[in-house]
């Protein structure tokens, strides 16, 4: 989750082993997106893009799966205007993959740990990522484990289901911010800081990245490998750790 332009956000969902049968709106590309899909080796779907988004798919060699492509995969609903009504399948998306010799991806996993649910010290997390439209919150759930999260005050719920999101691990990665044009631009190589939210407590680490093509490395605060719990992972990019606050 980030900044893509006036202070919207706009979110890049990567699927490993989930195979949901309805994805969409379907977005444009922006730099930082790309370079995090490169990073997984992963096919990328994306509606055209920034021009520096776009020179970034050639230049990294990034499996490149256009939205704009009439080859059956991708669909207008009709209850919903666009650009924000553009939507695909998983299995609709592999077909394509395979057409297009997308059939493996070599990346470095994250580290993974089984739940420790301990005592709540980080119940409530706000992240300042703009303004009150686009700011999220989440909410610790003792029951689930997992974080509630929230936008403009209101539940962010999925359009299928109705059931409110619930990251088993939200964390803020802490980068340096800037701007170029109407767009915003985030670093995403070298390192910076990491407030990790899970089993209801906050962990403060750092992240490094050595190249676009290479996997974040996550340390905690004595220097060690980090373990995220097993499950879905929410990150938001920032652009200072003032911007993030929590409560017990």
């Known amino acids: 989750e980030a900044v ?21 709106p379907i977005r444009s590309a922006r730099p930082y997106y790309v370079d995090i899909a490169r990073t997984f080796d992963a096919a990328y779907v994306h509606a055209g893009g920034s021009p520096d988004a776009l020179a970034r798919v050639s230049e990294l060699g990034v499996k490149d ?11 207008r609903i009709d209850y919903r205007a666009a650009p924000h009504n553009l939507y695909s399948t998983m299995p609709k998306l592999d077909a ?15 580290k993974h740990k089984n739940d420790v649910p301990q005592t709540p010290t980080a119940s409530a997390i706000n992240f300042a990522v703009s303004g009150e439209l686009y700011n999220p919150s989440f909410n ?19 359009e299928k289901s109705g059931k409110q999101l619930n990251p088993k691990v939200v964390v ?24 990790v939210f899970q089993d209801g407590i906050v962990s403060e680490g750092t992240w490094s990245k050595d190249a676009a093509t290479s996997q974040f490395v996550f340390k905690d605060k004595n220097g060690l490998d980090f373990n995220f719990n097993k499950g879905s992972i929410w990150v938001t990019l920032l652009g200072s750790t003032s911007n993030v606050t929590y409560t017990p």
Do not use: C
Not at 11 to 20: C, D, G, K, R, T
Not at 65 to 75: I, K, L, Q, R, V
Not at 146 to 155: T, V
């Open 96 to 110: 394509r993959k395979t057409a297009l010799g997308y059939i493996t991806s070599t990346f470095t996993s994250w």
């Open 65 to 75: 799966m256009s939205a704009f492509e009439t080859n059956g995969t991708y669909d």
């Open 172 to 195: 803020g990665l802490i980068t340096t911010k800037g701007q170029n044009g109407q767009y915003s631009t985030y670093r995403l190589t070298g390192s910076g800081d990491i407030r």
């Open 140 to 158: 610790y759930d003792p029951t689930t484990n997992s974080y509630l999260r929230s936008q403009a005050g209101e539940a962010h719920t999925d």
């Open 4 to 24: 893509a332009e006036g202070g919207i956000t706009r979110l890049v969902a990567l699927f490993q082993e989930s195979q949901p049968a309805y994805i969409g």
